[in-house]
Structure formats: C-alpha cells, structure tokens
C-alpha cells in the first residue's frame, strides 16, 4: 500500500510537469503569434497610439517574456487564469459558466459511445464472421469515418429540418429545454465514440473467447450468461477500461466541434471564438484547465486498471 | 466423388460475389473517382467555382445550376467538384509523409534497439499522449498557419501511432533466422533494414497509410470546416458545409452535396484499406 501511495505521488508530480511544460509551450505559441493583441482589442478605429500604451501596460504586455509568464504562473497557483482581451471578465469564470453546456454534452457522448460500442462489440465479437458481425462492422467504418461535423449538419438536415423533430441551433433555457437542445449534440458526439470503442471492445472480447479457460467454463455447462459475465468480461475489462479514457480524452476535442456545429455556447466554442479574435488569455486558460483535464483522466485511468487487474498493481510497485 | 465434391465447393466459392466483395468494388469505385476529381474536379466543373453572382444568390437547383448557388451565388456543383483537390491532396500529402517519417524511424527503434529505441519511443509516447484534433486547433489558430500548418501538425500528430506498429513489425522481424543469416554475412545495418526488414513489413506500413488518410482527412476537413484550413474563398469540401449550413432552408444541397462526398469518401477510403489489410492477411495464412 505504501508503495502505491508512493507511486501515487510520483505520477501526481508527473502530471504537474506535463501541465507546466504544457502551458509554457503554449504560451511560447501566443508570444510568437503574428499581430499584436492590442491591436486586435481596439480595432483599427480606436487605435490611437496612447489608447494601445494604456492597454499595453494595463495587460502587462511590455514586461519580458519571463516576466509575462511568471505572472501567469503566479495567477495559476491562486487558480486565476487571467482577464479576458475582448471582455475583460475572468477566463476562469468565462469557462465555468460554460460547463454547463460542455459537462452534459462531453458526459453524454462518452455514455452514448460507451453503451452504443461496447455493446455492439460484445455482440459482434460473439457472432464473430457471421453476417450481423460484418454488417455491425460497416458501420462502424461508416460512424468512424464520418466527421463530427458532418453528420452533425445532416442531423441537423433530417432531424431538425426535415422532419422538425429537434430545435435547429441554441442551448436552451432551463432543465429539460436544455436536454431537448442536447439531444443531437450528444449523439452526433456519441457516434464517434461509440465507432472507436466498439472496435477495440471486439477485439478484446474475441481474444477473451478465445481463451483454454473460456472453453473450460463452456465446457463445464455454464451458461454463455454466465460465461460472459464471469470470464470473458473480466479479460477483456482492462483493455474495455483503456478505451474508455482514450474516448473520455477524445469526447473533449470532440465538443469543440460540435459545439461549434450547433452554435451550442460551451467551452469547446469558446475556445474557438478565442482563437478567432486573438483572445489569449483565454486560449491560453482554455488550454491549461484541457491539458489538467486531460492527465488527471490518464491518472484516473491507470489507477482504474489496479483496481481491475491487481497484477498491474504490483508491476507498478515494481518499477 | 470426393474429389469432385472439393472441386465443386471451390468452383462455387470462386464465382459466388459476397455482398462484402460487392461493398469493396464500390468502396474502389469511390475512391478511384474521389481522385479523378481532386486532379480534374476544376477542369470538368461547368462553371468557375469562385465566380460570385450577387444577383442569384441561396438559389436552389435550378438550370444552370443544377445543385443551386452558395450565399454568394457561387455554383455549388462546381465548388463541389472543385472542392476535391485540398479535400484530398491535403490528406494525401499527410498520410504519404506520416508514413514514410514512421517507417524509417520504426526500423531503426525495431532493429537498431538500445538507447535508440528507448529516446525515440520515450518522445512517441508524448506525442501520443496529445489529442491530435485539439492541438491542431490551438497551434493552427494561435499561428494562423491555415492550410500549410495543419498539414505540418498533423504529420506530427498521426506518426505515433504509425511509428508503433513499424516499430512493433520491425522488431519481430529482428529476431528471425534470416536476419541472423545476413548479419553473419557481414552486411551492414542499413542494408539489412533496407532489402531484408522493409520488405517484410509492407503489410504493415500499406495498412497505417489507410489508417493515416482517413484521420488526416477527417481532421484537416474539420480545421478548414472550423474556419482555420483552407484560405477563406477556396472551394473546399470541410469549408463548403460551414460556409452553407445557414442555408439548410433555401438551399439544403449547399452543404449537403460537399457533405456526402466528404462521408463517401472517407467511409470508401477506410472499406479500402479494411480490404487490402484482409488480402494481405490472407495472403500471409496461405503461405
């Protein structure tokens, strides 16, 4: 146990590294990145030279470069990620007020991908070279191929349009408007997911199958129920488990996307409209909190596996 | 008899077309016109794709434009067929360098092995870690590369995966007899890899350029679709659905006809390459 709380530890260092390497990257790309941000603040009309000295020195924009980032460091250890170019309000609460969007969204597509795929990969690697088998893997080729945004615009064409059945764009207002407006987003996003997903569960299911203590358990006379409860789900679990985090970490890129696809105002479109008008402190914090996100999911994940597989525990006291 | 039993089965198996073979020839079909276009799509449009005619804009089909015109009054049937050319040159320039940059250095981790191996596969696994279409977005955005850049970031970002199973083929080949056999002929190590290894693992490197293409495609599209590929104007697929998708009521096949190409397209190129991979597969068991 000792030696898992260590480890604990080493990996928790591990991720603070990757965030800060991570953030200074990104802020060399910002530093480096053509036009000046006064300029794109005030536009042409209202850049007088004095107007851009003001906003210069009221962004800290003619300190070093080391300066700079110190002084980004030192807002993140206070969990302040800055003022907004374009706003002026705070990047840390421009993302929270979105994460009710982004949350549900980002939540409902890895559901969706989750039940869509590993559920079809069971049973496709159950039936494995038979005819429901390869037409469950057309479509996945089709769902894995297809871009967010595309078969996000034709729900919109034949869901939304066509037979009216779903509001064209919005997030909407309240509880279950807000679901309403969700419904296309989440499995636009889900689809994807679920495409990844239910290719590697196959894979890991039809090698589980494949397994001397499978047949021994069918040979005993356990019902396939029961098989694939007790022995072949186990197996395969640990690989089922990895996939899940890749989808989780992919459902982020994912929601940008479609956020943008159904003019839905989440983190994802934040980011992007950010970008669009040269916001950087924005970018620059929608990027950390992602980068954050994104190793703690891996953490989780690689804790999860020790939970599952205890073997994996002690190959990582190990090392 | 039993012989003539054999015989029949094989005839039978040899002539009966599966609905799988029947999916694969259209798959091909696609393909092979997807590519006609991206080099002639401009030539055989009926019109300039970038002619702008105020006068008849968010038409739907009409003579004279039998897909109807953009907002701009650009006809969408030329944009469509010229929109082929970045649609998938851009992919085909990235899945080319992604695999010829993962090969040389899978071989070299697979065979050479040691420090080599461990520093190269140490800077993959980084990489790897990285969700490809949200760094491109940021680095892309922030720089305003356009088009060039997020053909360069996304080399970058698919070698890893590619690099792995190069690497992983390259190192099951080392140990094989044959290659002790040529060491001990005194051949050099880049002559070995070169005529020995490379060869033994095609089936692998043809297989990650299809994989490679169809991410490459949907990830460049989906920059230029998010306003940061292409330059504003081009006639291009991704650029197409984002520029007409407020046109769902007056000109649904504004954003529809670039949409499904760019679904046909990717779904053939991935049927494509699932079909060479079997072939191969095949080919191996039958040896």
């Not at chain 1, 007790?230 to 970490?249: D, E, P």
């Not at chain 2, 006809?75 to 360098?97: E, K, M, V, W, Y």
């Not at chain 2, 007056?250 to 679904?263: F, H």
């Amino acid at each position: 146990m000792n030696s898992l709380a260590l480890y604990l530890l080493r990996r928790l260092a591990a991720a603070v590294l990757v965030v800060l390497v991570v953030s200074f990257l990104i802020f060399c790309c910002l530093y480096l990145a053509p036009g000046s941000p006064e300029q794109a603040i005030l536009g042409p009309q209202q850049a007088t030279p004095e107007a851009l000295a003001t906003i210069r020195s009221d962004f800290g924009l003619d300190d070093s470069f080391v300066l700079q980032y110190w002084h980004f460091l030192d807002g993140l250890l206070h969990l302040d990620l800055g003022r907004s170019f374009q706003t002026g309000e705070s990047v840390g609460s421009g993302i929270t007020s979105r994460l009710g969007v982004t949350v549900p969204l980002a939540l409902g597509g890895f559901l969706v991908a989750c039940v869509l795929g590993i559920g079809g990969g069971i049973i496709a690697a159950q039936r494995r070279g038979r005819m429901s088998d390869r037409a469950l893997g057309t479509l996945g080729v089709v769902a894995a191929s297809t871009p967010a945004y595309a078969s996000g615009v034709l729900f919109l064409y034949v869901f939304g349009v066509a037979l009216g059945w779903f509001p064209v764009s919005g997030s909407g207002d309240g509880l279950s408007d807000r679901a309403f407006h969700l419904v296309l987003p989440i499995v636009t996003l889900g689809l994807v997911g679920a495409a990844s997903m239910f290719r590697r569960t196959r894979v890991a299911v039809v090698s589980a199958l494949e397994r001397d203590d499978v047949a021994f358990a069918r040979a005993r006379g356990l019902s396939s129920r029961e098989v694939l409860q007790k022995y072949v789900l186990r197996h395969a679990m640990v690989m089922i488990a990895t996939s899940a985090g890749v989808i989780l970490i992919f459902m982020l890129a994912g929601a940008a996307v479609v956020e943008s696809t159904f003019d839905l105002d989440g983190v994802g479109s934040y980011l992007l409209t950010s970008i669009n008008d040269k916001d950087l402190p924005s970018v620059q914090g929608i990027a950390v909190v992602t980068t954050a996100l994104v190793v703690l999911i891996n953490l989780a994940m690689d804790l999860l596996y020790a939970v599952i597989d205890p073997r994996i525990q002690r190959g990582a006291a190990a090392d | 008899m039993g012989t003539t039993t054999i015989g029949s089965v094989a005839t039978r198996r040899r002539f009966r077309v599966r609905p799988g073979q029947a999916l694969t020839a259209l798959a091909l079909a696609v393909v092979v016109a997807a590519l006609f276009l991206a080099v002639f799509g401009e030539v055989i449009a009926p019109d300039d794709p970038r002619r702008v005619d105020l006068n008849a804009g968010s038409l739907g089909p009409v003579s004279g434009h039998l897909l109807g015109t953009d907002q701009l009054g650009r006809d969408i049937l030329s944009r469509a067929l010229a929109g082929a050319r970045t649609a998938i040159f851009g992919p085909l320039i990235i899945a080319a360098s992604t695999v010829v940059i993962s090969t040389v250095l899978g071989l070299v981790a697979g065979y050479v092995g040691g420090w080599t191996d461990a520093t190269l596969s140490r800077v993959n696994d980084i990489v790897y870690a990285l969700p490809p279409l949200l760094v491109a977005i940021v680095v892309v955005g922030v720089l305003g590369g356009g088009f060039g850049l997020g053909i360069v970031i996304l080399v970058v970002l698919n070698i890893p995966a590619s690099f792995r199973s190069q690497r992983a083929a390259s190192l099951e080949q080392r140990g094989l007899p044959y290659i002790e056999a040529a060491r001990v002929l005194g051949l050099s190590r880049w002559r070995i890899m070169r005529i020995h290894v490379l060869p033994n693992i095609m089936p692998v490197v043809s297989s990650s350029f299809f994989i490679a293409f169809t991410y490459a495609f949907v990830d460049l599209s989906t920059l230029s679709f998010l306003g940061l590929g292409v330059a504003p104007g081009t006639p291009d697929w991704g650029r197409m659905v984002a520029e007409s998708r407020i046109l769902v009521f007056e000109n649904p096949w504004a954003a529809l006809a670039p949409l499904l190409l760019i679904v046909a397209t990717a779904v053939s190129a991935n049927l494509v390459g699932e079909a060479v991979d079997d072939r191969i597969a095949a080919k191996g068991r039958g040896r």
